[in-house]
Nanobody
Framework: QVQLVESGGGLVQPGGSLTLSCVASGRIFSIYVMAWYRQAPGKELELVARVINGGGTNYADTVKGRFTISRDNYKNAVYLQMNSLKPEDTAVYYC?????????WGQGTQVTVSS
């Protein structure tokens, strides 16, 4: 059974920074894509950023230049460094992994940006 566990959410003031972490565990032989999604209250789930096995990355326009996604293949981990946070970044952030042909989700971690 593959599991994804996120950590690092919390409350931060506008302009602040947070780093989210996600570690995949279980019988893992290969991970093609790891990504972060978010869902704000009353809004649809949206892709924030993703990183493929070769290192290529994609970002939502709303976070380009502020967020950085990275992965550690030895640890089966993915990270999201979030800088210059805005109130509109407030959401539950979910880790997603395309692992051996199946998609897995973490339980989500709340990020709240407020003064």
């Amino acid at each position: 059974q593959v599991q994804l566990v996120e950590s690092g959410g919390g409350l931060v003031q506008p302009g602040g920074s947070l780093t989210l972490s996600c570690v995949a565990s279980g019988r893992i032989f290969s991970i093609y894509v790891m990504a972060w999604y978010r869902q704000a209250p009353g809004k649809e789930l949206e892709l924030v950023a993703r990183v493929i096995n070769g290192g290529g990355t994609n970002y939502a326009d709303t976070v380009k230049g502020r967020f950085t996604i990275s992965r550690d293949n030895y640890k089966n981990a993915v990270y999201l460094q979030m800088n210059s946070l805005k109130p509109e970044d407030t959401a539950v952030y979910y880790c997603n992994g395309n692992i051996q042909g199946r998609r897995y989700w973490g339980q989500g971690t709340q990020v709240t940006v407020s003064s």
